[in-house]
């Protein structure tokens, strides 16, 4: 069982990234996705859950309008769609799964000890 993030890198403000988490050994379809992101001296937060229960997404208000969360069920993948990068963005980002028993808002709020599967992080840097 592994989830793979991937897609981070450098790139200058107002640019854009896309984040890839590509699970294997097990279907991602069955399980709530969230994006976390922990900058230095910070806590990890959570930036983006997709509910597996009813399709709900949520977003943390830093990056409401920015930044999409999806999944292709055919790719056994995820995706985070960032755009308008700011520096504050800069972090290590983190995929997640967890079992949908609460809804993504709970996941990405306060359950970020229930996320059962984690792929290592993929850093971004957004600095001119």
């Known amino acids: 069982v592994q989830l793979q993030a991937s897609g981070g890198g450098l790139v200058q403000p107002g640019g854009s990234l896309r984040l890839s988490c590509t699970a294997s050994?097990?279907?991602?379809?069955?399980?709530?996705i969230g994006w976390f992101r922990q900058a230095p001296g910070k806590e990890r937060e959570g930036v983006s859950c997709l509910s597996a229960s009813d399709g709900s997404s949520y977003y943390a208000d830093s990056v409401k309008g920015r930044f999409t969360i999806s999944r292709d069920n055919a790719k056994n993948t995820a995706y985070l769609q960032m755009n308008s990068l700011r520096p504050e963005d800069t972090a290590v980002y983190y995929c997640?799964?967890?079992?949908?028993?609460?809804?993504?808002?709970?996941?990405?709020?306060?359950?970020?000890?229930?996320?059962?599967?984690w792929g290592k992080g993929t850093l971004v840097t957004v600095s001119s």
């Open positions: 997640a799964t967890a079992r949908p028993v609460y809804s993504g808002t709970y996941y990405c709020n306060n359950g970020i000890d229930d996320m059962n599967y």
């Open positions: 050994g097990f279907t991602l379809n069955y399980y709530t």
